[in-house]
């Protein structure tokens, strides 16, 4: 059944259109190849020529003769070994994503700081202020190209590190700071941490499933509170931190007249030029020179939320819609750069006219055109790169161009510092007045639902019925990546949506100060602003004095990526009660779902659970808020006293 694939309608009409040009996409190669169930459970090791070896969990007691074997592998690994090694390299595969773009950001920053790049400029002095006190940097009268250039390198010396610890470690709660340190899991160099984490699962080192995870909670550290953090905080300094901008999302805003250039992947680095070479009059007059009424730029997964966030550049479609996006006949140039561009999308893009272009050294695609990003000669390359969607336009001359009605405005762009200004004014910014109204009970919790979407379920379905229930039940949502765009494209991130769809507490926090009960807060990347602001509300006190005892939960419930589970991980491990939908690749071995999702809480106060149905994750989460609550004594202010006139006297009396 088609509503079985996605709640949206754009995407529902142009999976009808592919089926119609006979196009195979990420939909129909799921019902095609099911996923294998040994892999999805964690239960198969291919880490060394004598496997691959597969342990899968038993179907029934009966099958053990009662007494239980130990499964294991030919070199003797046992399952949860195995699954405990697969666990953890997801996490090195998806902290070293995270981190190579931000290794990619850090050189460019420090390019920009020395002077050596043209088109990129320091435009936030005021966050590099902040940054390079957080990195113990002097500031003093020194030039903003001195303080940048310090910045940079020392961000960069991050990744190389051998000893000590991050910088930003410093920036979590006291509590949290000494907790990781007792433990040893405070991260010492981003690089070294994936290293380590890959030696350990080699085969035949760490056989402990235990020290295993106590390394991937450090190697995820290392992602949240560095690469991420590190990507997050140079981007803002390069291209301004973001504050609220009205944008528009879903396949609606590919224009039929116009160059429609779609911006795939996850850097923001090429796409600021290409804004601003779709300005350049030279590129417009091009344009209308090939019969164009101009250009229009449009974003895909998270490099859209980056341009989105800091230009209000509008955003084509979330992870599932990327071929539907070309299958649109609109699309005249897709420009990919790295991360969750589906291979596909060269063989969807020759059945239409669209040419693929892939920019970056790192992620080739056959069948695509390569036009390399070259930072020191970038202006050059954008408008190389826009010339050549122009150059293609007239080829959609003749051909059926199909472009769904549905677009949907929104308001974007809460950075950590927005929401502090935002609640608390400009004279007394802090998060003072989001803790006062989540302890007199007007907002019961804060939830941070991010994340993927998933073939295997319905696209968008589990990240919207999670949140409508969250904001139902008084708790704010903050969001990011593909889970923000799901919202945008249901009309969530909108003012409007407080009195439609929250609880009467949060509603009216929402309508007094003016904004949407789930904060776009960006890309991926910016999970790390999650944790600054997590840490923003325990500074401000009253709410305990770690991360994990904020009335506070984590989700994704569409998740898919690797990088997903190290998000979850540095969730987990900074105290986040973390859900995860669609699949969870340990349920092979109990002993780690038994350290997941229960023992983890005792080691770091925050822990996993695995739930599909987004309708009961959404209550596991509201259930754990309540019991933060009750823990922090606030149960008892949700309580309203009724004073009787016996009441009243006695009052009066006193
Ligand atoms: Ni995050 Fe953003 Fe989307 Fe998932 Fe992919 S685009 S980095 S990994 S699919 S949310």
Not at 62 to 76: D, Y
Not at 82 to 87: D, K, L, Q, V, W
Not at 311 to 334: C, K, R, S
Not at 426 to 450: E, H, K
Request: overall charge negative; aromatic content about 4%.
């Amino acid at each position: 059944m088609a509503e079985e694939k996605s709640v949206d309608k754009a995407t529902l009409e142009m999976l009808a259109k592919a089926k119609a040009d006979k196009v195979s996409t990420v939909f129909d190669r799921a019902e095609e190849m099911k996923p294998c169930p040994i892999g999805a459970e964690g239960s198969c090791c291919k880490n060394c020529s004598m496997g691959p070896c597969r342990v899968p969990a038993p179907k029934k007691k009966a099958e053990t003769g009662g007494e239980k074997a130990k499964r294991r592998g030919v070199c003797g690994a046992t399952a949860e070994t195995i699954s405990a090694r697969n666990f953890v390299r997801m996490i090195a595969a998806g902290t070293s994503a995270h981190s190579d773009h931000a290794r990619g950001v850090a050189e460019l920053f420090l390019a920009t700081a020395r002077g050596e790049v043209p088109g990129y400029a320091i435009k936030d002095e005021q966050k590099l202020y902040q940054v390079a006190l957080d990195l113990g940097i002097e500031i003093g009268d020194r030039s903003v190209k001195e303080i940048a250039i310090e910045v940079g390198e020392k961000c960069l010396a991050e990744f190389g590190r051998q000893h000590g610890e991050l910088h930003f470690v410093k920036r979590a709660p006291l509590k949290r700071q000494e907790l990781w340190r007792k433990l040893g899991i405070a991260p010492r160099g981003i690089d070294r941490e994936v290293v380590e984490l890959m030696h350990r699962t080699h085969m035949g080192v760490d056989q402990d499933y235990h020290n295993l995870l106590l390394q991937g909670s450090r190697c995820a550290l290392a992602d949240g509170w560095g690469g991420s953090m590190i990507s997050t905080e140079l981007q803002d300094i390069l291209f301004g931190n973001p504050v609220p901008i009205l944008g528009k999302i879903n396949l609606g805003v590919l224009k039929e007249d116009q160059v429609n250039v779609v911006m795939h992947g996850h850097e923001p680095l090429l796409p600021e030029l290409l804004v601003v070479a779709s300005q350049d009059p030279e590129i417009q007059a091009y344009a209308k020179s090939k019969g164009a009424k101009g250009i229009n730029l449009a974003g895909m997964c998270c490099s859209a939320n980056e341009v989105l966030m800091r230009h209000g550049i509008p955003v084509a479609g979330n992870f599932l819609q990327q071929e539907l996006a070309i299958v649109t006949g609109a699309v005249d140039a897709m420009v990919v750069d790295v991360q969750c561009e589906m291979q596909s999308l060269a063989d969807v893009a020759k059945c239409y006219h669209t040419k693929v272009v892939t920019t970056n050294p790192r992620a080739k695609m056959q069948g695509a055109t390569h036009i390399e990003f070259d930072e020191h000669h970038g202006p050059e390359v954008a408008k190389k790169i826009l010339r050549a969607a122009i150059d293609n336009f007239p080829n959609r001359k003749g051909k059926v161009v199909q472009i769904p009605a549905e677009s949907q405005e929104m308001i974007v762009g809460f950075s950590h510092e927005t929401i502090n200004y935002l609640l608390g004014g400009l004279f007394r910014s802090s998060y003072r007045p989001l803790n006062d109204n989540i302890i007199n009970g007007r907002i019961r919790g804060v939830a941070g639902v991010v994340g993927c979407n998933n073939c295997r379920t319905t696209h968008d379905s589990a990240h919207l019925t999670m949140i409508k229930e969250l904001i139902k039940n008084d708790v704010i949502v903050l969001t990011t990546g593909c889970s923000a765009m799901a919202c945008g494209k249901a009309g969530l991130l909108t003012p409007e949506a407080a009195s439609r769809y929250c609880g009467a507490g949060l509603a009216e926090v929402c309508e007094a100060v003016g904004i949407p009960p789930i904060l776009h807060m960006g890309a991926c990347v910016d999970n790390s602003r999650i944790l600054m602001a997590a840490t923003a509300v325990v500074k401000d006190g009253g709410l305990g004095d770690d991360i994990s005892d904020l009335p506070a939960a984590g989700a994704a419930p569409e998740w898919m990526s690797e990088k997903a589970i190290a998000i979850g991980q540095y969730f987990v491990a900074s105290g986040v009660f973390t859900v995860f939908g669609t699949t969870f690749p340990i349920t092979g071995s109990e002993e780690m779902c038994k350290l997941l999702f229960e023992e983890m809480e005792e080691v770091v106060g925050g822990k996993w659970a695995f739930e599909p149905d987004p309708e009961k994750a959404a209550q596991l989460m509201i259930a754990h808020i309540d019991k933060k609550r009750k823990a922090l004594g606030l149960d008892k202010a949700r309580e309203r006293v009724l004073y009787d006139m016996a009441m009243r006297r006695e009052l009066d009396a006193v």
